[in-house]
């Protein structure tokens, strides 16, 4: 069996705001939850996280066209995006994905909709680095693959079923106009405006999950930020609206839980590491060289 406790000064469970709250998790859900005091069974948890001046957290969902990542500085159409991953082998996309997904993950992500034209990234994704994984199919690219194991969505934007938006097309298509928890012509994942969590509710729901929430029984996707220092120093004591947002504040992201795998620990990914920035860099550069 493994748990694990997490402790904050707030916890905000994407329904109610609980001054020094815990979060209880065995075997990657959530089995309990609530304020303080924590129940001295918990206390003998395999690994604890959080502590005091911690913000607690739902881990967000977020699309973004990661195989892409370093062509993002040209604003590449959906239509050139499409045209680069068709260029692309498993190996390298997944190679190239990897940057992105650092940063959907340090901005607080725990399920991430990638942007490819099959299922090989997602699954490859998810056995590399762990964490939640779908797939964002451009539209012309003809008829999306499906799965029962891998959510799909499918995606338009200019040159490839709609003009410079991300449109609603049917039950499977991404609605919203340009959503904010998408690369699409920005220079950051981490660029997060507006309410991180209604987006995230919005393409949960499209993709057939519930909504982004810590309750009991739930898988657990959990994110804890640092507020104990600056620039987060007392954010932990701000009330709801304030905390909602909290994923775009600027503040450390401390942990982040995906189920069963710590993605993220005393502020460093566990998974993504230097060697592997190095070889996305060469990568990106002999994409960029080919443009």
């Known amino acids: 069996m493994f748990d694990v406790l997490v402790t904050g000064s707030a916890l905000y469970t994407g329904e109610e705001l609980v001054r020094d709250g815990y979060v209880y998790i065995r075997n990657g859900r959530v089995e309990d939850y609530g304020p303080s005091p924590v129940p001295e069974d918990y206390t003998y948890a ?69 942007e490819y034209e099959s299922l090989e990234l997602a699954s490859r994704l998810e056995s590399t680095v762990g964490g939640y994984y779908g797939l964002a199919f451009p539209s012309c690219l003809g008829e999306p693959p499906s799965s029962e194991a891998v959510p799909v969505v499918t995606v338009y934007g200019e040159g490839c079923g709609g003009e410079g938006r991300v449109e609603a097309r049917g039950d499977r298509g991404y609605h919203g106009g340009d959503p904010v928890l998408a690369l699409f012509h920005r220079p950051s994942y981490t660029r997060l405006e507006g309410d991180p969590l209604v987006e995230s509710a919005r393409l949960r729901e499209l993709i057939g999950l519930e909504g982004p929430s810590i309750h009991r029984e739930a898988r657990a996707e959990i994110a804890v930020f640092d507020a104990s220092r600056p620039p987060g120093a007392f954010l932990d004591r701000a009330g709801e609206d304030v905390i909602r947002r909290i994923y775009s504040s600027g503040v450390r992201l401390e942990s982040l839980i995906a189920g069963q795998t710590i993605l993220v620990d005393q502020g460093e990914h566990l998974y993504i590491v230097e060697k592997q920035f190095s070889e996305a860099r060469r990568a990106g550069l002999r994409l960029l060289e080919r443009r």
């Open 46 to 114: 395999t690994l604890i996280l959080g502590g005091e001046g911690r913000i607690i957290v739902p881990g967000l969902t977020m699309l973004i066209d990661a195989p892409a990542y370093p062509a993002r500085i040209y604003k590449p159409s959906l239509r050139d995006r499409a045209e680069i991953y068709s260029r692309l082998t498993p190996s390298e996309a997944l190679t190239l994905s990897l940057p992105a997904v650092y940063e959907a993950h340090m901005a607080g992500a725990t399920t991430v909709i990638v």
